[in-house]
């Protein structure tokens, strides 16, 4: 079973193919294999994402499960 990567690892990792990719200074054979990763790191990144946004989606649900709507979030002063 393939071990777990964070969010915030796996775009860090994509941003760096991207740097790499752009940067024209690889080869066709590694640009195709960073690509592939980069495609295998977005889809899990968008994954990721979406699991986020529906554990938010079910903490403003209320007791009968009707949604409370999103509320915006506000930085305490001073940070």
């Given at each position: 079973?393939?071990?777990?990567?964070?969010?915030?690892?796996?775009?860090?990792?994509?941003e760096?193919?991207?740097?790499?990719?752009?940067?024209?200074?690889?080869?066709?054979?590694?640009?195709?294999?960073?690509?592939?990763?980069?495609?295998?790191?977005?889809?899990?990144?968008?994954?990721?994402?979406?699991?986020?946004?529906?554990?938010?989606?079910?903490?403003?649900?209320?007791?009968?499960?009707?949604?409370?709507?999103?509320?915006?979030?506000?930085?305490?002063?001073?940070?």
């Amino acid at each position: 079973m393939p071990e777990e990567i964070k969010f915030e690892d796996a775009l860090k990792k994509l941003e760096k193919i991207v740097e790499t990719l752009e940067s024209g200074d690889v080869g066709l054979d590694d640009s195709l294999k960073k690509y592939e990763e980069g495609v295998r790191l977005l889809r899990l990144c968008t994954i990721k994402l979406e699991e986020a946004e529906k554990k938010i989606e079910v903490l403003t649900k209320d007791k009968n499960g009707k949604a409370t709507g999103t509320k915006e979030f506000n930085k305490p002063e001073g940070k």
